[in-house]
């Protein structure tokens, strides 16, 4: 498990190909990597990889299946390239933004960026069927960073998130450009209201919800409507 509090960024020293598996081996900032094991888990750009081989005190490889490089920003890294990285939560540990699995659901794009003063608003554009698990106030983990959703469109497929200095600093999303993919991972207590939700009016209604949708489209909503206010209140 993480906690979404990105604690550096690595660097991908060097990319290893063989059929069906990419190896990567990332270089960590000073102190990082302490104690770091073969074995360990640490999420990169939100992504759980385990430690396979250690070189000196800073640097590591990794492993990724073909799944992963498919699902994932992973299989468009190169070298050179920079990701945030945090290592898995110990026992006790603080839980500074959420909890994450490290499991990402899907990608996103970076639709727009705004810099109003002392901030730094990104606007990213979302596959349709996943903007039923986002509200704002609401979690989300983009590239492994625990974040608040600021606004949340679900006709145009968006939503945005604002980036303090501090933020900026600790991660790359200061890099991050127009039409840059990005690793999602939704809350998990939100997609079980929503789900759960939605499970009930299908078994419930049955025959009538197609009547519900047509009513409710006519003021301008839908079922996933009925899921919000469920899905807002922490666990």
Not at 62 to 85: A, C, H, P, Y
Not at 96 to 124: C, K, M, W, Y
Not at 205 to 213: F, R, T, V, Y
């Amino acid at each position: 498990m993480f906690t979404g509090i990105v604690q550096g960024v690595a660097t991908v020293a060097r990319i290893t190909d063989r059929p069906g598996l990419r190896s990567f081996t990332l270089q960590f900032p000073p102190g990082f990597a302490q104690d770091l094991a073969i074995g360990a888990s640490v999420a990169s750009d939100g992504v759980c990889l385990t430690v396979t081989r250690l070189h000196g005190g800073d640097a590591a490889d990794f492993d990724v299946m073909l799944q992963s490089l498919n699902l994932t920003t992973l299989g468009r890294l190169k070298e050179g390239n920079r990701i945030n990285v945090e290592r898995a939560a110990r026992d006790g540990a603080e839980i500074g933004g959420h909890p994450l699995s490290g499991h990402v659901d899907f990608t996103a794009t970076v639709a727009s960026i705004r810099q109003p003063e002392n901030n730094h608003v990104i606007r990213i554009a979302v596959p349709v069927p996943w903007m039923r698990y986002v509200f704002a106030k609401g979690y989300i983990a983009i590239n492994g960073a625990s974040l608040t959703v600021a606004e949340a469109n679900r006709t145009e497929g968006w939503f945005e998130v604002w980036l303090i200095p501090e933020t900026l600093r600790m991660t790359t999303f200061g890099a991050k450009q127009v039409g840059d993919a990005l690793n999602i991972e939704i809350e998990r207590a939100t997609q079980v209201f929503v789900d759960t939700v939605r499970d009930a009016l299908d078994e419930r209604l049955g025959p009538l919800l197609p009547a519900l949708e047509k009513l409710l489209a006519a003021q301008g909503l839908s079922t996933e409507a009925l899921t919000e206010p469920l899905a807002l209140p922490r666990v």
